[in-house]
């Protein structure tokens, strides 16, 4: 019985694991790409952490990497800005 629950608990625990690095994958790259298009710069900035990913709207991309990269491109933007 022990077996059973530490393996569905190491399963669950991979495959939102899995999830999070798409979501931080494309955030990344959407960081990268608004904070360049805003600062006219061509050089990749520093990285900030990627954060925890919010809970999906009615709007939001069915593609965990889409909804990273909307929210990195959005902070990219401000970010590049200053």
Known sequence: ????????LFIGMFSISAFASEFCNGF?????????????????????FCPFQPFKGFNDPESDY?????IG????LQEGRK
């Open 1 to 8: 019985m022990r077996k059973m629950i530490f393996t569905a």
């Open 66 to 70: 889409e909804h990273g990269y909307i």
């Open 28 to 48: 990344e790259r959407g960081y990268i790409t608004g904070y360049k298009q805003s600062s006219g710069s061509s050089f990749d900035p520093f990285m900030p």
């Open 73 to 76: 491109y959005e902070k990219g």
